[in-house]
Structure formats: structure tokens, C-alpha cells
């Protein structure tokens, strides 16, 4: 895997992905093809046995739903781990209610299966996932995070995702404010400075949504650790190299420590 060590200074300001990346997004059946017909029956995944077998819940990235990850979902069945979804039919709601279902869910799948669940989420999911680690972390085994922007930085965003995310707020009449630069429930987000449970946050250079240099995390904290890949922000739901990491952070062992009594609510 290739760990990134601050590939650019933090603070430095970045830049929107190209045009040549956010046409590239349009390859992401291609990724799928590859995944599915190439590497998959020639790689060596590593199999869970029952006694290794992780809680897996995927949160899907904006605008999309539970759908668009069910062949991750049975990806990771098929390692020998369980797979739960996040039960969003659009990721598109306002971030306050959408992460008190999801602190919600996570509880609730966290005690039927009496053990830590590994969240993955892709682009807005990850944002979602590191934020239930800051609240949740005796919930949580680790978190995988796809091409997830760090903090809300609007600036490192394709236009037309903010466009997207404009409208969206109108059309569903959320709060003033709710999915903008100026949104209050993510900015809050944006206000953890260390992470509470291991990390591994996948970047692609050629993100053709979100710039690769917002999807880094520079904290250097021994809990992170920064892996890159070559994959359209789309398709990372689909990479074959994605998934080899994804079946890489599975099969290490769990910890020890069982989850313990709720300690603070998502307010």
C-alpha cells in the first residue's frame, strides 16, 4: 500500500479536480468490468473464518443509496464477513438528521452482532464514518473511507456537485443554509482534530468529484493511515484495488474490548 506523508503542506489551498479527471468519472463500468472479470478470479483474497469474521456497515456517498454499494456488500460476504447497510435511500438529507439515523444504526447493528463494526464509506459516507468514530468509537473496529474529503471544503469540489447539493436543499425545503458552505451541521464535522479508532483513507489522483489533496488526511496520526489508488471517484465503489485493501484491513485482527454503554447522544 502507499502511505502518503504530507504530499502537500497542510493549510495550502486546493484546487478543483480537472476537466480531463471529471470526464474520466465516465469509466467507472470499466473499473467494474475489470474488478469482476480479471482480478477477482485470480487474486488470493483473504477468507474470514468464524471466528475472524468482521461487522462490516457501508454508508453510500451523496445523492447515491444502500443500492449503489450492494456489490461491495457482497464483496465483503464473500471474504466470510457480514455485511450491513446504512438503510439511506439518498444520501441527501440534511447532515444533523442523517447522522442520528446513522448513530442509530450503528447501534443497533453493533448489538445485534455483539461486536465493533468497521464502517466504509464512500465520499460523503467517509465523512459521515470518521464523525461516528469522534462520537461512537466504542462502537466502531476502524474506518474505511473512499475518496472522502477530510473537512467540507467546498472549494476542492466539482461545480457540479454543489450545484447539485444547492438544488437538492431547495427542492426538500431543508434549513437556511443546510448543505452549503455555510451548512452549521458541517462545519461541526469539521471541528474533530484526531481520530479514536484506526483509519484508512483512500485517495485517488484522478478523482474527477473531489480533489485528491482534500481526501488526505495530514494529522500524522499513528491511528491513520493514507492509501492511494488509481480510480474515478464513482468507481471506487467498484476498483478491484479498492476492494484489495478493503479484504487487507478485514482480515486484521479485531480488538479486544467489547463495545460499552452508550455514552453521548448525536445532538
Known amino acids: ?59 453510500p456517498g451523496f445523492m447515491a443509496g444502500d443500492n449503489s454499494l450492494a456489490l461491495l456488500g457482497s464483496f465483503v460476504r464473500y471474504l466470510g464477513h457480514r455485511s450491513e447497510y446504512s438503510g439511506i435511500t439518498s444520501n441527501s438529507n440534511c447532515p444533523r438528521d442523517t447522522l442520528l439515523h446513522l448513530g442509530r444504526r450503528l447501534r443497533e447493528i453493533s448489538s445485534v452482532h455483539d461486536t465493533r463494526v468497521t464502517i466504509v464509506g464512500q465520499s460523503l459516507g467517509g465523512v459521515y464514518a470518521r464523525e461516528l468514530s469522534a462520537r461512537y468509537p466504542e462502537y466502531i473496529e476502524q474506518v474505511i473511507t473512499l475518496g472522502s474529503p477530510i473537512r467540507p471544503t467546498p472549494e476542492a469540489a466539482n461545480p457540479a456537485v454543489l450545484l447539485a447539493a444547492r438544488w437538492i436543499a431547495q427542492v426538500r425545503r431543508l434549513r437556511d443554509g443546510c448543505m452549503s458552505e455555510n451548512c452549521e451541521c458541517g462545519l461541526r464535522m469539521s471541528e474533530k482534530t484526531e481520530e479514536h479508532v484506526p483509519t484508512t483513507v483512500i485517495y485517488s489522483r484522478t478523482d474527477g468529484v473531489v480533489h485528491w489533496s482534500a481526501c488526505i488526511d495530514y494529522s500524522g496520526s499513528p491511528m491513520v493511515e493514507n492509501v492511494e489508488v488509481m480510480a474515478s471517484h464513482v468507481g471506487m465503489g467498484f476498483n478491484a484495488d479498492v476492494y484489495r485493501i478493503i479484504a487487507d484491513c478485514l482480515v486484521h485482527p479485531a480488538r479486544q474490548q467489547q463495545p460499552q454503554p452508550e455514552r453521548r447522544l448525536i445532538s
Open 1 to 59: 500500500m502507499n502511505q502518503a506523508r504530507a504530499l502537500v503542506p497542510t493549510g495550502q489551498p486546493v484546487s478543483r479536480p480537472s476537466i480531463i479527471h471529471s470526464l474520466s468519472e465516465l469509466r467507472f463500468p470499466i473499473e467494474a468490468g475489470l474488478l469482476l472479470w480479471l482480478h477477482s478470479l485470480n487474486h488470493p483474497w483473504p477468507r474470514a473464518d468464524r471466528d475472524s469474521r468482521k461487522t462490516v456497515m457501508l454508508i
